[in-house]
């Protein structure tokens, strides 16, 4: 309960949860006593952008697990959507439990939330695309809008502005 990841055990096809710690209702903003009730009702958190993904790479998990063989980890990264419209990214890896008749019964797993990270790479992928448009660029004025778009855009500055040096006259313009 002391963690910022949600912990779970489930069954094999994820019709109940034995476990799921407090962290869950941090990530997506959802009750555990509702996904003890309804197993499945996680789903309607995931972004629907990448719902479809998830439900495939869940049912081949899923398969593996009740046909005995599956992988050592199944691995996830999908976004969350809580109910008041933040999202959330998470990466999420599932772990067969075995038990002493050497058969899958139970699927353990982590989920973190990965929203800072992803919002550094994101915010870096910007840096990026704007420093290669500003170095493709050749007329000053476009580079000056480049600039604003990513003052704006990428850093969040509520104003910005470009100030040109004109030569003739000695001012900042």
């Known amino acids: 309960e002391g963690v910022n990841e949600a912990i779970y055990i489930a069954t094999t096809d994820m ?4 476990y799921i710690n ?3 209702e941090e990530i ?13 009702s996680f789903i309607e958190g995931i972004h629907p952008d990448d719902r479809d993904e998830y439900l495939q790479k869940m049912e081949e998990m899923r398969h593996g697990m009740q046909n005995d063989t599956p992988q050592d980890t199944y691995e996830f990264q999908y976004r969350v959507v809580q109910p008041d419209g933040e999202i959330r990214w998470v990466d999420a890896t599932g772990y067969p439990v075995w038990n002493v008749d050497n058969e899958v019964h139970r699927i353990a797993g982590v989920i973190r939330d990965v929203t800072e990270r992803k919002q550094r790479e994101q915010t870096l992928d910007t840096f990026r695309e704007t420093t290669r448009q500003l170095v493709e660029t050749e007329s000053e ?4 809008d480049i600039a ?22 000695g001012v900042l313009e």
């Open 148 to 169: 604003v778009e990513a003052g704006t855009d990428v850093l969040d500055f509520q104003f910005a502005s470009v100030h040109l040096h004109d030569k003739s006259s």
């Open 22 to 24: 407090s962290s869950y």
């Open 15 to 18: 019709s109940e949860v034995i």
């Open 141 to 144: 004025i476009r580079a000056s």
């Open 28 to 40: 997506w903003g959802r009750s555990v006593n509702e996904l003890y009730e309804a197993p499945m």
